[in-house]
């Protein structure tokens, strides 16, 4: 190669690098800016995020969620936020996450913001696929709705308790503990979900690792009956296939039960295990950052938080409550540690296994 080719080669490659590096200092700005953002006095930092905002005209939301309840959630944003457009690209949990690992890798940075399982968090922070953005919107949250380096703003979760049926098992006679569901009259006699590995990480998270997988096992010696999908096997419940499911969705206990199907449930003692939160996260090179941050203040304000709590769902502000029976209350609850078990996650994949299939 001649003196001349090797000197163009090495400007073509400092130019990439700038390029590259550019590229990387963009995405970092976008982070910075929002973190300058959030120290600004209420009024000021909104008008600062909206005035950006209005340049970008649109947000892009990968969401694994059906379109009626999105619906509810954009049509509020967009009548606040007129000049914003939700763009909407719907799909299973683990494809879209697929999805954004492939578009990582290809350089290809087409989403802003995505609600995902707090322990998928941990593969997108491990693919620097996201940002933080420590709003003080998050100040509002329930603990373990929120981590500490702003990575994680919860938006709801769902509290699992005993589901059983009325016509085979009275309230006095249901199991209100772990302790109660190891005696032997209820072998063969309870259900789970196959995915089981939220309600199993709380369980290790109460108890710790030694207690916790003993208490596995000796639940996987109980002949559980093992269906794919919690709601699949509260309808099997009231249908009267097995009399009890040990992690129900408490809101699909609830809404099953006010439809007169012959369920009751109970909260368990000595906790509540809540399935791993959803949480509102950024794209790290977001393209429309400024919009994007005002979904996910939106989304854990109370505006859309009400929207979750009509939905059913258990919400991230801590101050939305029924003040009713079927409200948990003072009870204990305990949401699994994203950041820990999304670094364990095939750990409890195999506990998981041991339940059978």
Not at 209 to 231: C, F, H, M, P, S
Request: one cysteine or more; proline letters at 5%; hydrophobic letters at 40%.
């Amino acid at each position: 190669m001649s003196t001349h080719a090797r000197k163009e080669s090495w400007i073509v490659l400092l130019l990439l690098g700038l390029l590259l590096a550019a590229r990387d200092c963009e995405a970092a700005t976008a982070e910075e800016s929002l973190a300058k953002i959030n120290q600004l006095a209420p009024a000021e930092r909104q008008a600062a995020l909206v005035r950006e905002a209005k340049k970008e005209g649109s947000v892009v939301w990968y969401a694994p969620m059906n379109r009626e309840d999105l619906r509810q959630y954009t049509s509020a944003f967009e009548a606040e936020f007129p000049f914003l457009k939700v763009e909407l690209l719907t799909g299973g949990p683990q494809s879209l996450l697929n999805r954004i690992l492939t578009e990582q890798r290809a350089a290809k940075h087409n989403y802003d913001t995505i609600n995902i399982r707090s322990s998928a968090l941990y593969t997108l922070k491990k693919a620097n696929a996201v940002m933080r953005y420590d709003t003080p919107y998050r100040k509002a949250l329930r603990p373990g709705f929120y981590d500490k380096d702003g990575y994680m703003n919860g938006i709801w979760a769902s509290l699992l308790v005993y589901l059983f049926n009325a016509n085979q098992v009275s309230r006095a006679q249901a199991p209100k503990s772990i302790d109660e569901l190891l005696q032997p009259k209820w072998k063969g006699k309870m259900g789970i979900d196959q995915d089981a590995d939220d309600w199993i990480a709380a369980i290790l998270d109460y108890y710790g690792d030694e207690k916790g997988k003993q208490i596995v096992r000796n639940l996987a010696a109980q002949n559980l009956n093992i269906r794919k999908g919690r709601t699949l096997v509260s309808q099997l419940v009231a249908a009267g296939e097995f009399p009890l499911q040990i992690d129900s969705h408490h809101h699909e206990a609830v809404s099953l039960r006010r439809a007169g199907a012959p369920i009751d449930y109970i909260f368990p003692e000595p906790f509540v295990p809540v399935k791993a939160v959803s949480t509102f996260v950024l794209s790290r090179q977001a393209p429309h950052p400024y919009a994007g941050a005002l979904l996910v203040d939106f989304m854990i304000s109370r505006k859309g938080q009400e929207i979750a709590f009509r939905q059913r769902r258990w919400p991230a502000l801590k101050e939305l409550a029924t003040g009713g029976p079927d409200d948990v209350g003072s009870r204990k609850t305990l949401v699994p540690d994203a950041e820990k078990w999304g670094s364990r996650y095939e750990e409890l994949v195999q506990l998981t296994a041991l339940f059978g299939r």
